[in-house]
């Protein structure tokens, strides 16, 4: 199981991660805050946000509302949805997958468990749903969108240095 | 709301506004007004990135304090590859993700 956070979303959603962790049986769940915001990136034209929509109504992303953020809001001086996802992960003992390095830190100190698109990414791959070569490509295309290349260089290492696995 | 303030500019930047505002027909005080207005967004972003770096600041409260949208703070920690979060943190990603979500099929 999996609380995604905006960023997550949006960028597992542009690669096209979304429905191969569904295929491996992931839950996906989101909060009616980041669903907001999602929603707002749907109304100004954003491609992904309107895919990562279809998703939500159709339940393959559920949609919670939880009630212990505002405690972590006070707590840790959060904000409403920042809270609200860290709240969901940990009330659901679950994975937060977040691309932000503030809300990492945050949520590691907390106590949740932590992902993000990359390290998903390995795990689909991992899964044998993905080549290796088609794990490279997602995370050149990956960097192509903006991210963190020292990432991206960690992953395809962990992919190149352990053999033919996928080929 | 504007509050006036006087601030002395370099000769060259002055001639070019006044040749620019006439040959485009726009006002010197408006332009120049904008022009500063777009420097101040400018640093406010870059200040925001850098408290962002610092791990000061998540993505939302970054763009609170530019006063823009999660999307649009987004992209500009893409605009200088910034998205994934903290490198350092990625082998404990790694194995989270694991953890979680179960071992390998072989």
Redesign the interface.
């Known amino acids: 199981?999996?609380a995604l956070d905006?960023?997550s979303t949006?960028?597992l959603a542009k690669i096209g991660l979304l429905p191969k962790l569904l295929e491996?049986g992931?839950e996906l769940l989101t909060t009616s805050e980041v669903a907001e915001?999602i929603k707002?990136?749907a109304e100004?034209g954003?491609k992904d946000?309107r895919i990562i929509g279809e998703f939500i109504r159709n339940k393959e992303i559920r949609e919670i509302s939880v009630k212990t953020n505002e405690s972590i809001a006070k707590g840790i001086k959060?904000?409403n949805?920042?809270a609200s996802i860290v709240a969901l992960a940990l009330e659901k003992s679950?994975?937060l997958a977040?691309?932000?390095?503030?809300?990492?830190?945050?949520a590691?100190s907390l106590g949740a468990?932590?992902?993000?698109?990359?390290?998903?990414l390995?795990?689909v791959y991992?899964?044998?749903k993905i080549s290796k070569q088609q794990c490279v490509m997602l995370l050149d295309l990956?960097?192509q969108?903006?991210?963190?290349?020292?990432?991206?260089l960690?992953?395809k290492e962990?992919i190149l240095n352990e053999g033919e696995n996928n080929e | 709301m504007s509050n006036p303030t006087t601030i002395r500019l370099y000769d060259d930047d002055v001639l070019f506004l006044r040749k620019y505002s006439e040959t485009k027909k726009v006002d010197r005080t408006r332009l120049i007004k904008e022009l500063l207005h777009e420097g101040v967004e400018k640093l406010k972003t870059e200040a925001a990135i850098a408290d962002?770096?610092e791990?000061?600041?998540?993505?939302?409260?970054c763009a609170?304090l530019c006063r823009v949208?999660?999307?649009d703070f987004?992209?500009e920690?893409?605009?200088?590859?910034?998205?994934?979060?903290?490198?350092k943190?990625?082998q404990?990603?790694?194995k989270?993700?694991?953890?979680?979500?179960g071992t390998?099929?072989s």
């Open positions: 199981m999996i905006s960023s949006i960028y491996i992931v915001e707002k990136g100004k954003y946000a959060l904000m949805a920042d679950c994975l977040t691309e932000d390095a503030t809300l990492q830190n945050t590691k468990s932590i992902t993000n698109t990359a390290a998903l390995y795990h991992k899964e044998k990956l960097e969108y903006g991210y963190n290349k020292e990432i991206a960690k992953m962990e | 962002y770096k791990g000061k600041r998540t993505i939302r409260e609170e949208d999660y999307r987004l992209n920690l893409a605009k200088r590859n910034l998205i994934g979060g903290n490198a943190l990625q404990i990603m790694l989270d993700t694991s953890e979680q979500l390998f099929s």
